[in-house]
């Protein structure tokens, strides 16, 4: 059997990190992703929006309260959970949500200032031309070609 779910999209908000008395990190937010089309019968374009709640646990939980922001444009993998509980009048409430296990921060910089990026994630991307010894391709070339 397999339960997996794929998303990419748009905080809604920023998002919410709590800790259990175990001192696990909760980090909860809700993704919004888009689907745009043409309609046949009108010719008018269509949109629609639908909101997926998202919750991670421990370092992945603290790394997202950290650097996410509302608009943040993310990446979530996970598992479709539904979780019953019940609301002050004693009613069984259903909330389905996405129990993320990766988390991928997309957009890069233009969406936020500098700082929103993790400081060693900045580090590799700086040093990365630099460091690199393997050979990638036209670039080490000889430029000696005989025709």
Same mark, same amino acid.
């Given at each position: 059997?397999?339960?997996? &779910?794929?998303?990419?999209?748009?905080?809604?908000?920023?998002? %919410?990190?709590?800790?259990?008395?175990?001192? %696990? &990190?909760?980090?909860? *937010?809700?993704? @919004?992703?888009?689907?745009?089309?043409?309609?046949? !019968?009108?010719?008018?374009?269509?949109?629609?929006?639908?909101?997926?709640?998202?919750?991670? *646990?421990?370092?992945? /939980? %603290?790394?997202?309260?950290?650097?996410?922001?509302?608009? !943040?444009?993310? *990446?979530?993998?996970?598992?479709?959970?539904?979780?019953?509980?019940?609301?002050? =009048?004693?009613?069984?409430?259903?909330?389905?949500?996405?129990?993320?296990?990766?988390?991928?921060?997309?957009?890069?910089?233009?969406?936020?200032?500098?700082? !929103? /990026? +993790?400081?060693?994630?900045?580090?590799?991307? @700086?040093? &990365? +031309?630099?460091?690199?010894? @393997?050979?990638?391709?036209?670039? #080490?070339? #000889? #430029? =000696?070609?005989? *025709?």
């Amino acid at each position: 059997m397999l339960n997996q &779910a794929q998303i990419i999209g748009h905080l809604g908000k920023d998002p %919410e990190t709590r800790y259990l008395p175990s001192g %696990e &990190a909760v980090c909860n *937010f809700s993704v @919004a992703t888009t689907e745009k089309w043409k309609d046949k !019968s009108s010719g008018e374009q269509r949109e629609e929006t639908e909101w997926h709640k998202i919750s991670m *646990f421990g370092r992945l /939980a %603290e790394i997202a309260g950290e650097y996410l922001k509302k608009g !943040s444009l993310v *990446f979530v993998e996970g598992k479709i959970k539904t979780r019953k509980y019940q609301d002050r =009048d004693g009613v069984d409430r259903y909330s389905t949500e996405i129990r993320a296990e990766t988390l991928k921060m997309l957009g890069g910089r233009e969406q936020g200032d500098r700082s !929103s /990026a +993790p400081p060693q994630r900045q580090q590799r991307q @700086a040093a &990365a +031309p630099a460091t690199s010894s @393997a050979p990638s391709g036209f670039d #080490d070339m #000889d #430029d =000696d070609i005989p *025709f």
